[in-house]
């Protein structure tokens, strides 16, 4: 700081000084007019005298009345925004000169216009002269379209303020920064932060220039010009090496923290068992499984650079979709948006496995009493029943079927001679028609039924859910369950009412002939399914059916699975992945870490038990304990996110970065504005970089990048559903979008505590935010910062 300032600078403090003590007087003077001009007071005071009002002067007292409500109606119809507020009125001064005309504008939350204020305050984010501030900057010529008219001007002067309780405390401008102590103005000797610590910037050991710039490196490190992966093979430690080159079959557990390599192991790993046994794991019968497109996208784009060819990464919820619809053709295509989180719960819980399990078993039961029934009454019924005892082990669709064809003499059970007598005949139509009219036609809706059963008979939720999960949802989490699943129970049948309807079937085809997209055709009365619903029915399906089956009728089957963010797949989904392996040479390669859990509807909190449910063995590989992605600031910050719930002990980076930037701002305004000088700073010297803004709500996103745009900000994408083009360039999304991806900085634009308090949900949101930087790291936030992030030292 400097002892003293020059006249010319203590001038400009002043100026700023004056302005402000006149900006606050006229808004107190504005608060006071409101206040006099409130007439409600006056209002229900007539109204008061009614009572005590002689007779002949109640129409006068009505008359009044009357003419004070008008005008506090048109006073209410033309009043403005609320005013700004007087202790942090503004953010920034702007001086602009406009066709020989000079004039002040500030920059604030709120816009006011008045005869009392020296000059006026517009809403930096709708006041179309504000894009003038964000876009050029002091002694720039500007011409710009304002409105329905294109204007030229010059800005004279450009100020950045912060007013703190009244008071201005700092003041930016093309001069330098200058700091109010408490007793007197200073001059700050520290510039203003920009991005640094790039690729061969990061690495220097004398490199302590705190987050005095952002980037200033060419942030390369382990990056092509398309972000794609280089292949590292000759950099594999000999930990990951040890778990690329582990035996082919069971079940490889590969975790790690984030950015230890987890997604380049278990890559690596299947291009290794592709490139040892290709007779074995070819094109066909191995498949990457992810949950979301952008890491699909990305893996498809690397395994040609490591020799596999023609190999794309399949996303979940689309495959199981598909495989679902292929097989229940009759059940809606359209999903809900708008799930309880306990029914997504429920369904992705490890007990639905036991409990439908359970359920199908039940049903053979029946099935078996049910032919008991009725062919103990005829001679050759012991017969059909014997039959029915020697197919026991097959699964129960089958079984019927097989019983069926063998009672019609199409088909042989052991060295039993068919019963194939008029009785029997008449007694299995009878049976048939009465129990399974579906058998042959469309077995699948015995998995229906089941499903059905299960979420629509409340006793039978319930108990299950006690028996096999006790205590792990309560009671009024049931009724929400039950509740939801009937009510998309009946929609369904509705629908089904609907379809012999003359008039439904006209509105379809205007929809169709209008092409109105299926899941926008009468949304309210339209059945849809949960997401979750696909795994559930398919799970079912392999129970009761057999295994999946592609069109052709061959079976579905992979010979390697790789499944990658693994933390965020439930039971349910590990199960039925599981069964498209070799039952007795499974392959599967997990990766993932459990401190980067954000899917809703996962319960389990560790790696038992999420697997345990599959009744294999696992081999739960030592974690990976190096972090490659991430600088050791970062890291050290991830673990202080994560706290005492991470299950990564052991965890370190390979090499030191710039210190983690940490930026409070009273208002929304003032941290765009800050961020768009950052950002322009950064793409004129390291126009190869990649950045994320991330937020944790779209909603931030949006406010985020509507202001970057504002400002012109070159090279800027809003990404909204993982639609990354991994190249160069400035992207604004919110923190889920990025799950598995790594850029070279990162800012969390709104880290504070309401956004991110200190629930467990919030810790692993906030872990996944600050982990996707590979160089450095920002934290920006508006008012109190989240409670996870550590307090500032000294």
Same mark, same amino acid.
């Given at each position: 700081?400097?002892?003293?300032?020059?006249?010319? &600078?203590?001038?400009?403090?002043?100026?700023?000084?004056?302005?402000?003590?006149?900006?606050?007087?006229?808004?107190?003077?504005?608060?006071?007019?409101?206040?006099?001009?409130?007439?409600?007071?006056?209002?229900?005071?007539?109204?008061?005298? &009614?009572?005590?009002?002689?007779?002949?002067?109640?129409?006068?007292?009505?008359?009044?009345? #009357?003419?004070?409500?008008?005008?506090?109606?048109?006073?209410?119809?033309?009043?403005?925004?609320?005013?700004?507020?007087?202790?942090?009125?503004?953010?920034?001064?702007?001086?602009?000169? !406009?066709?020989?005309?000079?004039?002040?504008?500030?920059?604030?939350?709120?816009?006011?216009?008045?005869?009392?204020?020296?000059?006026?305050?517009?809403?930096?984010?709708? @006041?179309?002269?504000?894009?003038?501030?964000?876009?050029?900057? !002091?002694?720039?010529?500007?011409?710009?379209?304002?409105?329905?008219?294109?204007?030229?001007?010059?800005?004279?002067?450009?100020?950045?303020?912060?007013?703190?309780?009244?008071?201005?405390?700092?003041?930016?401008?093309?001069?330098?920064?200058?700091?109010?102590?408490?007793?007197?103005?200073?001059?700050?000797?520290v510039n203003l932060p920009q991005l640094e610590g790039g690729g061969g910037v990061a690495m220097r050991p004398d490199y302590a220039?705190?987050?005095?710039?952002?980037?200033?490196?060419?942030?390369?490190?382990?990056?092509?010009?398309?972000?794609?992966?280089?292949?590292?093979?000759?950099?594999?430690?000999?930990?990951?090496?040890?778990?690329?080159?582990?035996?082919?079959?069971?079940?490889?557990?590969?975790?790690?923290?984030?950015?230890?390599?987890?997604?380049?192991?278990?890559?690596?790993?299947?291009?290794?068992?592709?490139?040892?046994?290709?007779?074995?794991?070819?094109?066909?019968?191995?498949?990457?499984?992810?949950?979301?497109?952008?890491?699909?996208?990305?893996?498809s784009k690397v395994l040609p650079s490591l020799g596999v060819e023609d190999v794309p990464a399949k996303i979940y919820q689309q495959?199981?979709?598909?495989?679902?619809?292929?097989?229940?053709?009759?059940?809606?295509?359209?999903?809900?948006?708008?799930?309880?989180?306990? @029914?997504?719960?429920?369904?992705?819980?490890?007990?639905?496995?036991?409990?439908?399990?359970?359920?199908?078993?039940?049903?053979?039961?029946?099935?078996?009493?049910?032919?008991?029934?009725?062919?103990?009454?005829?001679?050759?019924?012991?017969?059909?029943?014997?039959?029915?005892?020697?197919? #026991?082990?097959?699964?129960?669709?089958?079984?019927?079927?097989?019983?069926?064809?063998?009672?019609?003499?199409?088909?042989?059970?052991?060295?039993?001679?068919?019963?194939?007598?008029?009785?029997?005949?008449?007694?299995?139509?009878?049976?048939?028609?009465?129990?399974?009219?579906? &058998?042959?036609?469309?077995?699948?809706?015995?998995?229906?039924?089941?499903?059905?059963?299960?979420?629509?008979?409340?006793?039978?939720?319930?108990?299950?859910?006690?028996?096999?999960?006790?205590?792990?949802?309560?009671?009024?989490?049931?009724?929400?369950?039950?509740?939801?699943?009937?009510?998309?129970?009946?929609?369904?049948?509705?629908?089904?009412?609907?379809?012999?309807?003359?008039?439904?079937?006209?509105?379809?085809?205007?929809?169709?002939?209008?092409?109105?997209?299926?899941?926008?055709?009468?949304?309210?009365?339209?059945?849809?399914?949960?997401?979750?619903?696909?795994?559930?029915?398919?799970?079912?399906?392999?129970?009761?059916?057999?295994?999946?089956?592609?069109?052709?009728?061959?079976?579905?089957?992979?010979?390697?699975?790789?499944?990658?963010?693994?933390?965020?797949?439930?039971?349910?989904?590990?199960?039925? &992945?599981?069964?498209?392996?070799?039952?007795?040479?499974?392959?599967?390669?997990?990766?993932?870490?459990?401190?980067?859990?954000?899917?809703?509807?996962?319960?389990?909190?560790?790696?038992?038990?999420?697997?345990?449910?599959?009744?294999?063995?696992?081999?739960?590989?030592?974690?990976?304990?190096?972090?490659?992605?991430?600088?050791? !600031?970062?890291?050290?910050?991830?673990?202080?996110?994560?706290?005492?719930?991470?299950?990564?002990?052991?965890?370190?980076?390979?090499?030191?970065?710039?210190?983690?930037?940490?930026?409070?701002?009273?208002?929304?305004?003032?941290?765009?504005?800050?961020?768009? #000088?950052?950002?322009?700073?950064?793409?004129?010297? #390291?126009?190869?970089?990649?950045?994320?803004?991330?937020?944790?709500?779209?909603?931030? @996103?949006?406010?985020?990048?509507?202001?970057?745009?504002?400002?012109?900000?070159?090279?800027?994408?809003?990404?909204?559903?993982?639609?990354?083009?991994?190249?160069?360039?400035?992207?604004?999304?919110?923190?889920?979008?990025?799950?598995?991806?790594?850029?070279?900085?990162?800012?969390?634009?709104?880290?504070?505590?309401?956004?991110?308090?200190?629930?467990?949900?919030?810790?692993?949101?906030?872990?996944?935010?600050?982990?996707?930087?590979?160089?450095?790291?920002?934290?920006?936030?508006?008012?109190?910062?989240?409670?996870?992030?550590?307090?500032?030292?000294?």
């Amino acid at each position: 700081m400097s002892a003293s300032l020059a006249p010319e &600078l203590q001038s400009v403090l002043d100026e700023e000084l004056s302005l402000l003590r006149k900006v606050q007087q006229g808004l107190l003077t504005l608060t006071a007019e409101e206040d006099s001009a409130n007439l409600y007071h006056d209002i229900i005071e007539l109204r008061d005298s &009614l009572g005590e009002a002689q007779r002949q002067d109640v129409p006068a007292i009505m008359a009044q009345m #009357e003419r004070l409500i008008l005008i506090t109606h048109q006073q209410d119809k033309f009043r403005k925004t609320p005013l700004p507020d007087v202790n942090a009125p503004y953010f920034a001064h702007m001086r602009i000169r !406009e066709n020989g005309r000079v004039r002040d504008l500030l920059l604030g939350s709120r816009h006011s216009l008045s005869r009392h204020l020296p000059c006026p305050i517009i809403d930096w984010k709708n @006041a179309p002269i504000s894009k003038v501030f964000y876009r050029y900057r !002091e002694g720039d010529e500007y011409v710009e379209q304002i409105g329905e008219r294109e204007v030229e001007g010059e800005v004279l002067l450009r100020r950045v303020l912060r007013i703190n309780e009244g008071q201005l405390t700092q003041v930016v401008t093309a001069e330098g920064v200058f700091l109010w102590n408490g007793s007197k103005w200073e001059r700050s000797e520290v510039n203003l932060p920009q991005l640094e610590g790039g690729g061969g910037v990061a690495m220097r050991p004398d490199y302590a220039t705190a987050a005095d710039q952002f980037g200033t490196g060419s942030a390369t490190l382990g990056y092509q010009a398309d972000k794609h992966l280089q292949e590292i093979t000759a950099l594999i430690d000999p930990q990951q090496f040890e778990a690329i080159t582990h035996p082919e079959s069971g079940i490889l557990l590969i975790q790690g923290g984030a950015g230890s390599g987890k997604t380049t192991v278990a890559l690596h790993r299947l291009a290794y068992l592709m490139s040892k046994q290709p007779g074995y794991f070819f094109t066909n019968s191995v498949m990457p499984v992810v949950f979301g497109p952008a890491l699909a996208n990305y893996i498809s784009k690397v395994l040609p650079s490591l020799g596999v060819e023609d190999v794309p990464a399949k996303i979940y919820q689309q495959w199981v979709s598909r495989q679902r619809q292929r097989l229940f053709q009759k059940l809606p295509r359209v999903y809900t948006e708008n799930t309880p989180v306990a @029914a997504i719960e429920l369904k992705r819980h490890a007990f639905v496995l036991h409990w439908f399990a359970e359920e199908v078993a039940s049903r053979v039961q029946d099935f078996g009493e049910e032919l008991e029934h009725h062919f103990s009454g005829i001679s050759e019924g012991q017969v059909v029943l014997k039959a029915w005892e020697q197919l #026991e082990g097959t699964l129960w669709v089958p079984r019927m079927q097989h019983l069926g064809r063998w009672i019609q003499g199409r088909d042989r059970i052991g060295k039993l001679q068919a019963a194939q007598t008029p009785a029997v005949l008449r007694c299995w139509e009878k049976l048939v028609e009465e129990l399974i009219p579906e &058998l042959e036609e469309a077995p699948e809706q015995f998995v229906i039924q089941v499903w059905d059963d299960c979420l629509i008979r409340k006793e039978t939720l319930v108990s299950a859910a006690q028996r096999f999960a006790p205590g792990e949802f309560s009671e009024g989490e049931l009724e929400s369950v039950w509740a939801w699943a009937n009510r998309q129970y009946h929609k369904r049948l509705e629908a089904e009412r609907m379809r012999n309807d003359f008039a439904w079937k006209r509105l379809q085809q205007e929809a169709e002939q209008e092409q109105v997209a299926p899941q926008l055709r009468f949304q309210e009365e339209q059945p849809m399914l949960d997401e979750e619903d696909d795994t559930l029915l398919l799970l079912l399906y392999q129970m009761a059916i057999g295994p999946l089956r592609r069109k052709q009728g061959k079976l579905l089957q992979y010979r390697h699975l790789l499944v990658d963010e693994a933390q965020d797949f439930s039971p349910t989904e590990f199960k039925l &992945l599981l069964n498209l392996t070799p039952p007795k040479r499974p392959s599967v390669t997990l990766a993932g870490d459990m401190d980067q859990r954000i899917m809703a509807g996962r319960r389990h909190q560790n790696w038992t038990e999420a697997l345990g449910a599959l009744e294999q063995n696992v081999t739960e590989l030592e974690p990976l304990r190096i972090g490659y992605r991430s600088t050791h !600031e970062v890291m050290e910050l991830a673990r202080a996110v994560i706290g005492e719930y991470s299950v990564n002990q052991d965890w370190e980076a390979t090499r030191h970065g710039a210190p983690i930037g940490q930026f409070v701002f009273q208002e929304p305004g003032a941290l765009v504005m800050f961020l768009v #000088e950052a950002l322009e700073s950064l793409s004129i010297r #390291e126009p190869h970089a990649s950045v994320a803004v991330l937020t944790r709500h779209p909603e931030t @996103a949006n406010a985020i990048h509507e202001g970057l745009v504002r400002a012109d900000v070159s090279n800027l994408r809003r990404i909204r559903d993982q639609e990354f083009p991994f190249t160069p360039g400035i992207e604004v999304t919110d923190v889920a979008q990025t799950k598995g991806l790594e850029f070279d900085y990162v800012v969390v634009a709104d880290a504070d505590a309401q956004t991110y308090p200190s629930d467990l949900r919030s810790r692993h949101l906030l872990y996944v935010a600050v982990t996707r930087a590979a160089h450095q790291l920002w934290l920006l936030h508006c008012g109190n910062p989240s409670p996870l992030l550590p307090k500032p030292q000294g």
